[in-house]
């Protein structure tokens, strides 16, 4: 078992910036792709960016495209996301997720364990 704890949610007015941390533990964290997706009121969970085992792939969705940057640091057993220039429509909780296979995914199905999340939300 993976376990996943995100941390670095909060509030921030349209066009501030916020990182969002993933912590893991329990099983090597190298050996796993990871990824984020958020859940806004009213609507389901959507993908948002998603990194390789080595951090060296990335692909994100066309609404953070530009915005918001997804990295590792394997050493540390920790991803992150950075997110800049944030928009009301950013508001969401916002869950890590671990991926064991091979390459990146962006469906919901395909990864294997989930952090609690955190709460993000963006004022106008």
């Known amino acids: 078992q993976v376990q996943l704890v995100e941390s670095g949610g909060g509030l921030v007015q349209a066009g501030g910036s916020l990182r969002l941390s993933c912590a893991a533990s329990?099983?090597?964290?190298?050996?796993?792709?990871m990824g984020w997706f958020r859940q806004a009121p009213g609507k389901g969970r959507e993908f948002v960016a998603a990194?390789?085992?080595?951090?060296?792939?990335?692909y994100y969705a066309e609404s953070v495209k530009g915005r918001f940057t997804i990295s590792r640091d394997n050493a540390k057993n920790t991803v992150y996301l950075q997110m800049n220039s944030l928009k009301p429509d950013d508001t969401a909780v916002y869950y890590c997720a671990a991926d064991r296979n091979p390459g990146l995914h962006t469906a919901i199905r395909l990864y294997d364990y989930w952090g609690q999340g955190t709460q993000v939300t963006v004022s106008s």
């Open positions: 329990g099983r090597t964290f190298s050996n796993y792709a």
């Open positions: 990194l390789s085992r080595s951090g060296v792939s990335t």
